[in-house]
C-alpha cells in the first residue's frame, strides 16, 4: 500500500496514476512494496527530521527511512516541496519532472541503490531517468 501524506499546502497528486507508476518501477526491479508512505513538505519540516534523525543540519530535497522486511519495500520518504520547486529551476526541468525524480529516487534507495559515490551517483541518475519514463506508460 502507498500513501501520501501532506504537511503543507502542496497540492494533491493523483494518487492511483502515482501508485501505479511506483508499483510498476518496484516491479522492474523485481520489488514488491509492502508499506510505504510519501510525505510533502516544507523546507523546514525536512530540516527538523535531518536534525533530528540524521544530525545534519542542512536543507534536503528528500529523506528516505527503510523499513524493508520480508522481502518488501517498506518505508517513509519525505520530499521538501520547496526544494523541489528550487531544483527545477536551477536545473531547468519542470517542477513534475522533478518531483517524479525525487519520488522515484526515494523508492530506488529502497530497492538497495546507494549513492554516496560518484560511481553510484551515475547509476542512480540512469535508472531514475529510465524509471521517470515509465510514468507515462499505461501501467
Given at each position: 500500500?502507498?500513501?501520501f501524506n501532506y504537511q503543507n499546502n502542496?497540492?494533491?497528486l493523483g494518487d492511483l496514476e502515482?501508485?501505479?507508476w511506483l508499483n510498476a518501477v518496484a516491479t522492474s526491479e523485481d520489488k514488491t512494496i509492502g508499506n510505504l508512505s510519501y510525505v510533502f513538505c516544507s523546507d523546514?519540516?525536512?530540516l527538523e527530521i535531518n536534525q533530528s534523525y540524521l544530525n545534519h543540519d542542512t536543507y534536503t530535497d528528500i529523506i528516505t527511512f527503510d523499513y524493508?522486511?520480508?522481502g518488501l519495500l517498506n518505508g517513509?520518504?519525505?520530499i521538501s516541496t520547496d526544494r523541489v520547486v528550487e531544483n527545477a529551476l536551477r536545473f531547468r526541468e519542470s517542477e513534475t519532472d522533478?518531483?517524479?525524480r525525487v519520488m522515484v529516487h526515494g523508492l530506488l534507495h529502497l530497492c538497495g541503490y546507494p549513492d554516496k559515490t560518484d560511481e553510484e551517483k551515475d547509476v542512480m541518475r540512469k535508472l531514475e531517468n529510465e524509471k521517470i519514463k515509465m510514468f507515462h506508460v499505461k501501467q
Open positions: 500500500m502507498i500513501e502542496f497540492a494533491p502515482y501508485s501505479n523546514d519540516f525536512l524493508n522486511e520480508d517513509e520518504i519525505y522533478e518531483l517524479h
